[in-house]
């Protein structure tokens, strides 16, 4: 200020800054003049990307003038485009010239004719006029708002526009240049842009790199990383030869990437401007997801400003025949009153937006605020519409002429913009190296990688074999199965695909970042006859999700308010709960977990026992999220497991979430009977859906099926495996502790409910410990399950994968090679994939009759059958004959198998081993009833039958532990 003062003595001063254009309501680069007069400061401005806009317009009318119709033609040529402005010149019926798309060039489309907005015949030679509109961008794939400048001469318009958010990311790219350009001594304009502390915000803000070493040089809301190595293109299309290239070509460039959000605390979808300059970068970009919403909320308001409230109303109460996550909602904040929303209520609950934003912000607060800015964003939690899932929301809120117009994002549209995009740059692969099939090798490794990053797969829409594959190279070439485990069929996919371009299915596919195969959503886009396609893991999304919901309350309500909600613990233990450590001192201060059903060990401890807090804050203090794994006591199930957990820093604190090993069979049962529900829904007439559902004849499997019961009579009203069960009593409960009075009233309660229970496996041929998801819709309970012993050891390979990927291949061997004091049946074993020898296992070869697994194994299946399987990511189920290291005799063994680092990892159990498990829970079930019925000792009547019985079932007991006597007995109460 002094500067500008003392310039001010001499006369008038130009200033460049960062100011708000009341036009856009957001903030652009501005210039203004100042004077001083009778000791009053005076001074005018203008926007920078207007006086663009004006400037391009203003060169097309002088070529025009100077050359008549052949100013068109040099229009069309793009010679007066200028950054990301265009002239365009029309009449009312037709466009004359285009300085970007000259081909559309002719009149205009009819239905735009019919909208009467094209009509210049209101207008004299030499009228300007200034206009905002909504209009789908191709840069971005979601509409946005444009501003244009428009003159009148000749007859003809004459007008340039921008895309607002473009033009105020080239704003603040251009501010950090000149700050550069005015700061150069001692490079003070390092510390400028760059905070002292990280910063939370919804502004757009700078960075700088060094385009020789690729390091970030200035950094505008996190300071750690500046000096580090530059990530903006590790996730982008591009390389940072492509982007240095094409910057020493044009000086400018935009790009699109995944990138850590300053006002939500996740990675999202980015669209950044660059600049070179004197061998420097300057940066700036906006999420495209906050763009997309505030574009909508924004179009709903020129609609209501431009057409009527009437037109308004009518299109935002248009509801689309399929449900979308992005609506828009308009509301009275006066008396309360939704009166138009694009979604179905049925879809969120019946609880409006409205309805759902005041419980954590008061009316009298948004009105504040939506009247002195130009908006305002809001988070809170809400059903979404598309997954009927309760998710956290991100809301965008403009006030005009006494309404709300608003729209917003949940949660799990964040890795849907994501996927979307991994897909796009595929296609641009594919599209820039068609020339003898040089993509394929672009997209598809030359070995099998690990990534917790999107990866691209591209199948033929013609023989439905898959093309190329960004993570597993032995899938190239083979059948596509990602359609296997989905309701969806391929002719289903395909004719979606043909009318509509795009799609989403889910399924159960391999997590190459977990190595066993979990629920999967993925996007699907159809190409020249080839599907491009790109998912994300339900389970990864669920818990990123549940942290991106904590920080947005975090920043709603502050640090001690979010601190006291996450210590909330539910009456009934949940395995994914949030935990929030102080980053200064390690200590754990909320989680939402009792402490005691984790064996006090907090999360964080437990973290830190197997990577060091330096390896752990070097990657979060940057503002980017970090998977890790360790083992750590499940509170539902009370045991340890190997648990994957996200962790993200945000205002000082360390937020995590994650999931048990035990959590991936769950999800997948749920999306099993999801299935089934869908296939009820969408064939209810005359009880197709039974039929769908069932097979002809009896089937064997190691997938999970649905069963379907009727609530009212408890009979089995369709089966997946075996046909003659349907119409039979159902028997899922008899070995339950739970009744099915119990169960039907939790369902009433709840909707859905857990059941764990003895039942056939179709896999084996024998009863099995089985844990069933089941759920209620119209009267009927829809149910799918997984077998106990199948899961355990699914588990214990999951568990070792993650110890590989986290320690390395050494580590993880020789703890395999721990061999405990007392054998255990079920241990791993690891495979070297080359060779074929057992290079680790979890037991003394003696007791196996020192016949390694693996022998055994290929003795009764050829091993290039099972490398057919396993190389593709998936695993396998064998059966074989081998010792029982417990028992001592040779017994059927079942074992899974998994291919990962040049490994091959099995574990198994053994024959006997069932009836161990089916024992441990009769006993877990006995103690169930004990501790619900303690009073009066009731759970001995409970157990005990009042005559002796004669069963095949297995049965409790109980003994008291000080007078060794009976105290109930399941057969013969004589005994007590």
Known sequence: METILAELQDGGVWVWHMDRNPATQTNQLTRTYLTIYDGYMFGASYSLPDLRAQSVVDDSVYTYRSSGQA?????????LNRLDLYPVVRSSTHILAHGTVPAIVGPLPDVQLATGTYDLSGFEDGDSYWTQYSFFDANTGIYQTKRAYATIYDGYAFISPYTIADADTQSVTDYARFIYESNRENNAWVDIITPDAPVVTDDLYPFVIDAATWTRLADGVVPARVGQAETILDTSGRSVEDVLADLEENDRTWLTYTFHNPATGVEQLKRTYLQLRDGIVFGSGYYILDSRVQGLAYTNMLTYNNLGSDVALARVNTVPEEPVSTYGFIVNPHNGTT???????DLIDNTNDWDAIVQVLSVEEILDVTGSEPGM???????????SQEEAKRAWLILNDGLIFGSGYYSSNIPESDVQFAVSNAIRTYEANKENDVWVDIITPDAPIRTDALYPFVIDAATWTRLADGVVPARVGQAETI?????????????????NGSTWATYLFHNPATGVEQLKRSYLEIRDGIVFGSGYYTLDSKVQSTLHGRILEYERDGRDATLASINVIPDEPVSTYVFAVDQQSGTTVAQNVDA?????VPDWDAVTAVIPVQDIMDVISKGTGMWVSYEHMNPVTDQGEIKRTWLVMHGGLIFGSGYYSSNIPESDVQFAVSNAIRTYEANKENDAWVDIITPDAPIRTDTMYPFVIDAATWTRLADGVVPARVGQPETILDTSSRSVEDVLADLEANGSTWATYLFHNPATGVEQLKRS?????????????????????????????????????????????????EPVSTYVFAVAQLTGTTVAQGV?????????????????IPVQDIMDVISKGTGMWVSYEHTNPVTG??????????????????????????????????????IRTYEANKENDAWVDIITPDAPIRTDTMYPFVIDAATWTRLADGVVPARV
């Open 844 to 860: 003394d070869s003696d007791l196996i009759d020192n016949t390694n697994d693996w022998d055994a194994v290929t003795a009764v």
């Open 889 to 926: 005799q040779d017994e059927i063994k079942r074992t899974w198998l998994v291919m990962h680092g040049g490994l091959i990892f099995g574990s198994g159990y053994y024959s006997s081993n069932i009836p161990e498990s089916d024992v441990q829970f009769a006993v877990s079930n006995a």
């Open 773 to 821: 998801y089941l759920q209620l819709r119209d009267g009927i309970v829809f149910g799918s399950g997984y077998y106990a012993l199948d899961a355990q050891v699914q588990t214990s390979l999951n568990g070792r994968i993650l110890e590989y990927e986290r320690d390395g291949r050494d580590a993880v061997l020789a703890s395999i090679n721990v061999i405990p004091d």
């Open 483 to 499: 359609l296997d485990t989905s309701s969806r069929s391929v002719e289903d996919v395909l004719a979606d695909l043909e009318e």
């Open 71 to 79: 100013g068109f033609d040099t229009i069309n040529t793009g010679a």
């Open 377 to 387: 964003w809001v988070s809170y939690t809400h059903t979404e519409p598309v997954t």
């Open 596 to 600: 005691n059903l984790i064996d006090n």
């Open 339 to 345: 009166i138009a929303q694009s979604v179905d209520s």
